[in-house]
């Protein structure tokens, strides 16, 4: 036989062999794989992180921009929003954002707001924290 036959008929079958023993495993996030001293495991996602939505919250219609945008934390069936809770309109800026903290353990947020607002200076003299969710 022709040498290039027989190489060609070797590797025929080396790429049969290797494709039928091949094998292919589907896992869940947390499951687990294991062949001999072969470990694979799906790792879980993270689900303690909350997802963030931005939108426009103060828009300038004359220039067709975005002057400050709110942002939307969402948990399960809870959510927390920061936003312009101080807006100075004249001067197209923002003097005090609620801001929100996620605490994954608790699986709540807390949002502190401005309760006492100087107009004068322009500054939240006091804030307060309220738990949401759990």
Known sequence: MNRQVVMGILAGMVLLAGNALAKEVNLNPGEAYRQRDLTVTCGQPSTDIPLALKDCQYWD???????????????????CVEECQHWDAFFSTCHYQTKCTFYPSQKSFV?????????????????????IGL
């Open 61 to 79: 219609d004359f220039n067709k921009e975005c002057l400050f945008e709110k942002t939307t934390y969402s948990y399960r069936n809870i959510e």
């Open 111 to 131: 949002q502190t707001t401005c309760e006492k607002f100087d107009d004068f200076n322009k500054t939240c003299v006091q804030t307060k924290d309220a738990k």
